[in-house]
């Protein structure tokens, strides 16, 4: 049993699925692999701008220190900053850290020195520093209120009677050490991505909403099409109009009137079949019949027996005839298919090998003769052999006993390749040229079947690009049947 296209043998029940949801869930599958993406993106985005605009503040604390008027710094160094503090700074702290909490004004961390001498240690970290910190910014792992993790740093100093030295602090050496509350950072780079994803994700209901729809009117062309395919007319010889909208859609429209063509092709070789075994067995039929009511009405022996004999003739006739037009079925059904290089001199070799025992058989002669070199045409090897057995069971069959028949492959000079069937029989056929359905002639006043084999051949011929010739044979035969290709179907 065959099975349907892309269908496994073990396959079980297939369930249909909806199209447009096929493709909606791919679609909408593809927007939120998206949006993850963006989810992504905007976390690394918002981690690095919170690390820009934390280095920024950085910076603008420690120049705004380094720019504050200081009185001169006392001289006992090393000792708590608290009880060094000049005036001001107090009010510096407030300026610095009082402000409503949110995360785009974090909490500074300060430390300063005058001179070398620590002034002002905001939050009592300085035990925990290096000895030695390079300017500019840096991370460092500190322990805050029980909690150690990596603080950003940023280092600057003014230099010795520099520009940031005022009336009231000539000469003096600043330095200052200025700190990000990193929960802050993380807290600032967390609100940068919601604000980018947020709106995404409530974008994505829509977004699905918008998916289906397009699709479903996207679909609508292939719905109109998959109309017009269900009110094909087959056996009218209805195809679809070429010329499609879309592209696509043109690819598919041609695909399927190519199978249209092939179902078409098909129905004409089951209409043209039935139609020959009608033609072609009513009349061994007939003679069946005549010859069976000859056999049960006559009351001699002799001529029953004699009926029954046709009887059985009639039979085997009948069914010759019915192989051949199963041929002609199989040969029509084999058209169109990819041709090879086929060596005429090898194919007529093996038909007339298969023909040899026959020939003992009826008490007749076959004879090949062949050139020593390959004569190759561009054909179907199965149709070509089909068509020369055709040829040659012709000859043998309708000829009587001592009958001698050749079969010769030649090539001129002009490059014509002939593949002939010679006999030298006593059958008379008429002059009819060999067309489709053509009966050449009779044969002891029964049909000879010939009609039908060189129907077979002939269009055979046809698909193969030769033309089937009948010919007086030269001495001694007296018919040829001979296929002929020209230049420009033979190859080298």
Same mark, same amino acid.
């Given at each position: ?9 073990? +396959? ?45 503040? *950085? ?104 520009? #940031?030295? !005022? ?33 995404? *994700?409530?974008?994505?209901?829509? /977004? /699905? ?28 010889? #209805? ?19 190519? *199978?249209?063509?092939?179902? #078409? ?35 001699? /022996? ?26 002609? +079925? ?15 001199? /090898? ?9 040899? +025992?026959?020939?003992?058989? *009826? ?58 069937? !010679? ?62 290709? #020209? ?6």
């Amino acid at each position: 049993m065959e099975q349907p296209v892309g269908v496994g043998r073990e +396959a079980g029940p297939v369930t249909a699925r909806s199209f447009w949801r096929y493709l909606w869930a791919w679609a909408f599958g593809a927007v939120l692999a998206l949006w993850m993406l963006l989810a992504g993106l905007s976390f690394s985005t918002g981690y690095h701008e919170a690390d820009e605009i934390g280095d920024g503040l *950085l910076v603008s604390a420690a120049q705004l220190l380094l720019n504050q008027p200081w009185p001169s710094a006392p001289d006992a160094p090393g000792v708590d900053a608290g009880l060094l503090q000049p005036a001001g700074i107090e009010s510096l702290s407030q300026v610095l850290n009082e402000h409503p909490s949110m995360v785009y004004s974090p909490v500074f961390h300060v430390l300063l020195w005058v001179d070398d001498r620590l002034v002002w240690d905001s939050h009592g970290v300085h035990a925990q520093l290096p000895q030695q910190l390079p300017l500019g910014h840096q991370t460092l792992r500190l322990t805050m209120q029980g909690s150690t993790q990596e603080w950003r740093v940023y280092v600057a100093q003014s230099p010795r009677g520099g520009p #940031q030295a !005022s009336g009231a602090d000539p000469g003096n050496l600043r330095r200052v050490v200025v700190f990000l509350d990193p929960a802050r950072r993380e807290a600032l780079a967390d609100d940068i991505a919601e604000h980018i994803v947020l709106p995404a *994700l409530f974008f994505l209901p829509l /977004a /699905a909403w918008m998916l289906a729809s397009a699709i479903r009117r996207g679909l609508l062309p292939l719905k109109r099409l998959s109309g017009q395919i269900s009110t094909l007319d087959i056996d009218a010889g #209805q195809m679809l109009v070429p010329q499609q909208p879309y592209q696509e859609l043109g690819v598919t429209v041609q695909a399927i009137n190519h *199978l249209v063509q092939r179902l #078409q092709a098909q129905l004409e070789r089951e209409r043209r079949f039935a139609a020959d075994v009608a033609h072609e067995l009513r009349t061994p039929l007939t003679a069946l019949v005549l010859q069976a009511r000859l056999a049960s009405d006559s009351p001699l /022996a002799s001529d029953k027996t004699q009926a029954l004999k046709a009887v059985e003739q009639g039979a085997r006739q009948a069914a010759r005839i019915l192989s051949q037009l199963l041929d002609l +079925a199989r040969a029509q059904s084999l058209q169109g298919e990819q041709c090879d290089p086929v060596d005429l001199c /090898a194919l007529a070799h093996s038909v007339v090998s298969e023909h040899a +025992a026959l020939a003992h058989e *009826l008490g007749q002669d076959i004879a090949l003769e062949v050139p020593n070199q390959a004569l190759l045409v561009n054909g179907q090897a199965t149709l070509l052999a089909l068509a020369l057995r055709n040829l040659v069971d012709n000859a043998l069959r309708h000829n009587p006993a001592g009958t001698f028949v050749e079969v010769r492959v030649a090539q001129d000079s002009a490059g014509t390749l002939r593949l002939s069937v !010679s006999d030298d029989g006593s059958e008379r056929v008429s002059e009819a040229p060999c067309g489709p359905g053509t009966a050449p002639g009779l044969v002891n006043g029964q049909a000879s079947g010939l009609g039908i084999g060189l129907t077979l051949v002939e269009r055979i011929a046809q698909s193969q690009g030769a033309q089937l010739l009948r010919e007086p044979g030269a001495g001694p035969f007296g018919k040829r049947f001979v296929l002929i290709w #020209q230049t420009s179907s033979s190859l080298a």
